[in-house]
């Protein structure tokens, strides 16, 4: 595609329920990453794939959340028994392969996340 | 620790000049990235510096000192449509095994006023 493209675009939940996030990268990209952004804070890495694999999950902040990606396209990030605090915007970003140093990050528009 | 800072909040007026500064403090460095952010769209991509010196790119340039750990994105001849966040980030590590993540700082808000 022409760019990074994530749905739902906003998703409204109570808090105990699960939510999925998905994320089309552009396609051909290798690499692609999740960050989550919490009101008037920065961007935070949540976790990084290279193809399929996720060599990095360190940014994940408890076992509720949970990641997958196929056919080394689509992603999904999964929030289990939702909470207050994961109220954010949740972005994907791809890069061609992730192995390069000057490689740039595309983002896509994010997925306003309020859990009520 | 991995530390980002950079101002919150920026004023310049249309045509002007403004220069909005960033240092960083991280366990490697592996290139600091500038980023544009209108309200509620996608972060996009203003620069990219790994060298010491001077990057420009038409109205916009970006100066990196990695011994000072320190960088500047210079928006010059503003217009209102510049008015944005605008994002600092350090990559940690590159290449094969590395994660290649970036490191946000919070962001600073930029409003061009008339």
């Known amino acids: 595609g022409a760019g990074v493209s994530q749905s739902p675009s906003n998703k409204v939940t109570e808090k105990g329920k699960d939510v999925e996030l998905r994320c089309d990268p552009i396609?051909?990209?290798?690499?692609l990453y999740w960050y989550r952004q919490r009101l008037g804070q920065g961007l935070e890495f949540l976790i990084y794939?290279?193809?399929?694999?996720?060599?990095?999950k360190s940014g994940l902040p408890s076992d509720r959340f949970s990641a997958e990606r196929t056919g080394e396209s689509v992603s999904t990030l999964t929030i289990q028994r939702t909470q207050q605090e994961d109220s954010a915007v949740y972005l994907c970003?791809?890069?061609?392969?992730?192995?390069?140093?000057?490689?740039?990050?595309?983002f896509g528009p994010g997925t306003r996340l309020l859990v009520l | 620790g991995q530390n980002i800072d950079q101002p919150t909040e920026m004023t310049a007026t249309e045509g002007a000049i403004v220069q909005i500064n960033c240092t960083y403090q991280?366990?490697?460095?592996?290139?600091l990235f500038w980023y544009q952010q209108h309200a509620g769209e996608a972060p996009t991509f203003l620069s990219y510096?790994?060298?010491?010196g001077l990057e420009e790119k038409g109205r916009f340039s970006s100066f990196l000192s990695r011994s000072k750990g320190y960088s500047y994105l210079l928006l010059k001849e503003l217009q209102m449509k510049d008015s944005a966040s605008y994002l600092c980030?350090?990559?940690?590590?590159?290449?094969?095994?590395?994660?290649?993540?970036?490191?946000f700082g919070t962001g600073t808000l930029l409003a061009v006023q008339p």
């Open positions: 396609s051909g990209h290798t690499a």
């Open positions: 510096n790994v060298l010491d």
């Open positions: 970003a791809s890069s061609f392969s992730g192995t390069s140093p000057w490689e740039t990050q595309y």
């Open positions: 980030a350090v990559r940690d590590s590159a290449g094969p095994g590395a994660t290649n993540k970036l490191i």
């Open positions: 991280t366990s490697g460095f592996n290139g």
């Open positions: 794939f290279q193809g399929n694999s996720a060599p990095d």
